[in-house]
DNA sequence: CATGCATATATAGGACTGATATATGCTGGA
DNA sequence: TCCAGCATATATCAGTCCTATATATGCATG
């Protein structure tokens, strides 16, 4: 699924410019389903626009820089709908948050503890937004419920999980560390160089 | 998070390759966490080893390729613990799965129901997955086995979702479908543009 | 009055993905 | 028996995409 795509699935449910498909992906409908940056995004719209897919007007409008609005074209309809019904390829995730905790123990704990609430709060930050969306949006098409639920779900389940096991992590962690201390007056330093967890 | 600091974390855990820990990321215990490729792995180690962060001995197996395991230097280490300080970027998802399901309503309704299906066994294939990868491994360090917990609930979150909804989701699916068909017979086509979807 | 933020478009350089090439041995089906 | 396909293993390239930056304007906040 390529940001041309994703383009047209924005330009779908209604004109937009490059910077409102950016932030229909930051902070709209689609924040939880894909990333795109402007880097890909305004290079796909004129792609698309040389191939006769979306038309594009420019706007001048008062007390804001210039706008370019985009609409999509009955042959960028067809084209995407074709798209659609293409095997969709797997997930990709890519969370550094997820990744830095994996190390937990090489970490201070005050540190630890921070990276959790942060992101505590981020997801409800997050759900409390597509809250608010869903209840002014209750007439949204079958499909964007759908996911809109499932997001709500997914990031719901991962703040819990958060929350219910954030102390526990870092009372282990804290214990990790207290043995490795002990451990480093007996033994010489370099007898556990990967950080050799256990106690 | 580049790859580089990817290939780090998994050599921290103990020697590989660069087949091992592209397998890291697709079916280890990093699976859920981050998505690395070959074309990003082979350079990233090559880069390592030409700064000496990372070392590399040849392998002749038997029946099997020549292997070259990578084992992390004491200068990697530390430039990995360096790194794991800074602060972690946002998440980024890309869920081909998810946005065709956005448009729901422009699928044929077995194709949409297929869709489905196949998503929830994935889902559960992984939590399987997941559940032996926790039982062998019963000593995992703290923040690995937090990781791992957060990736069974948040995926079981997400296929209790679709196993819930899947129904509903269908069956309002095939509602607008019956009510466009009628609309269809009565109107001209091109009255509604972007909902010219048909079958 | 200055710094920063939101709106708005654009691009260059570098990072990463997806596809492909090469090589070997094993396994399951025709 | 033979062949196709798969798992193991490394490597590279073309194309895609992201990060950072540049430019411009108005508004708010200290």
């Given amino acids: 699924?390529?940001?041309?795509?994703?383009?047209?699935?924005v330009l779908s449910q209604g004109d937009a410019s490059?910077?409102?498909?950016?932030?229909?992906?930051?902070?709209?409908p689609f924040a939880h389903i894909h990333a795109a940056s402007f880097g890909s995004i305004y290079p796909a719209l004129e792609a698309l626009r040389g191939v006769g897919q979306v038309a594009c007007r420019q706007l001048s409008q008062d007390k804001r820089p210039d706008k370019?609005?985009?609409?999509?074209?009955?042959?960028?309809?067809a084209a995407f709908e074709k798209t659609l019904l293409s095997e969709p390829s797997p997930d990709k995730t890519r969370s550094d948050f997820l990744f830095i905790l994996f190390f937990a123990q090489h970490l201070p704990a005050e540190k630890l503890a921070r990276l959790l609430d942060q992101r505590i709060a981020w997801y409800r930050a997050c759900l409390e937004r597509m809250d608010d969306c869903a209840a002014q949006n209750g007439d949204a098409p079958p499909g964007a419920a759908f996911v809109r639920g499932m997001g709500q779900a997914v990031y719901r389940a991962a703040a819990d999980y958060l929350e219910q096991n954030r102390a526990h992590l870092l009372g282990r962690v804290e214990k990790d560390h207290q043995s490795r201390d002990r451990d480093q007056k007996t033994i010489p330093p370099h007898a556990s160089v990967s950080g050799a967890a256990a106690e």
Same sequence: chains 1, 2.
Avoid at 1 to 9: A, I, Q, S
Avoid at 18 to 28: M, N, S
Wanted: net charge negative; hydrophobic share 40%.
């Fill in 1 to 9: 699924m390529d940001v041309k795509t994703l383009c047209l699935g």
């Fill in 18 to 28: 490059g910077y409102e498909i950016k932030k229909a992906f930051e902070e709209g």
């Fill in 68 to 77: 370019k609005l985009f609409s999509i074209t009955e042959a960028g309809l």
